[in-house]
């Protein structure tokens, strides 16, 4: 099946410091893909939509200006949380959509941020 | 966006017993997936149903697709150690066919 890789697999870092992380389809091209947050117990929440070449689209709630995200290639997605708080400490967990499936979203290993 | 409820939140069982986990929806649904995160994992994908009243079975797990296709549900039969984890329940909505998920319901099987 498709695979998708996140990198880091974890990270911790000071408060205010600007945070990226990468999400890749490694061996198809992804259109469209989505980065998830989920806290400790609780259920994944879609953040933004990101389309290769585009904008992307942020969930309500969710700052487009703390979040930034980035969708330079068909196989790369950026993630950046700038100036990161503590309340920032969470799981994010990319995906991403092929062309042709519409309804078939491979999910990455996901990235574990810590923010002291 | 589409919303889902999912229960139970948490379910332990002792081993061998069954579980089953329900998603409902107040609207049709075109189709429903589900997941499973095991701790500290990502979540991997299961099934997808499409057709009302669908039935789709998977070793130990059994997937249920409602007639009016408003609600799902997950069965696992005797259940082992290594089902444990979240399962949960996913719906599309949005112009950008974006999933969103149920609480999920936590799975602990008890030895």
């Known amino acids: 099946g498709a695979v998708v890789s996140q990198h880091p697999s974890w990270v911790i870092c000071k408060s205010g410091t600007s945070v990226k992380i990468e999400c890749r389809s490694l061996?198809?091209?992804?259109?469209?893909m989505f980065w998830y947050r989920q806290f400790p117990k609780q259920s994944l929440m879609l953040m933004a939509t990101?389309?290769?070449?585009?904008?992307?689209?942020?969930e309500q709630g969710v700052e487009k200006d703390k979040f930034l995200i980035n969708h330079a290639s068909l196989t790369l997605s950026t993630l950046t949380v700038t100036s990161a708080h503590p309340e920032d400490s969470s799981f994010y967990i990319c995906?991403?959509?092929?062309?042709?499936?519409?309804?078939?979203?491979?999910f990455g290993p996901g990235t574990r941020l810590t923010v002291l | 966006g589409q919303q889902v409820m999912q229960i139970p939140q948490y379910q332990h069982v002792q081993e061998g017993e069954d579980f089953t986990t329900y998603c409902n929806s107040s609207?049709?649904?075109?189709?429903i997936q589900w997941y499973k995160q095991r701790p500290g994992g990502h979540p991997v994908f299961l099934i997808q149903?499409?057709?009302?009243?669908e039935v789709k079975k998977q070793k130990r797990l059994t997937f249920q697709f409602g007639e009016a296709k408003k609600n799902s549900s997950l069965h696992i039969t005797a259940t082992q150690t290594t089902d444990v984890g979240t399962y949960f329940c996913?719906?599309?909505?949005?112009?950008?066919?974006?999933?969103?998920f149920g609480s999920g319901t936590q799975l602990t099987v008890l030895p």
């Open positions: 609207t049709t649904l075109s189709n």
């Open positions: 061996d198809f091209q992804a259109t469209t």
């Open positions: 996913a719906v599309f909505s949005g112009s950008a066919r974006q999933l969103t």
């Open positions: 990101s389309n290769e070449g585009s904008k992307a689209t942020y």
């Open positions: 995906s991403a959509r092929t062309s042709g499936g519409v309804d078939t979203q491979y």
């Open positions: 149903l499409v057709k009302s009243g």
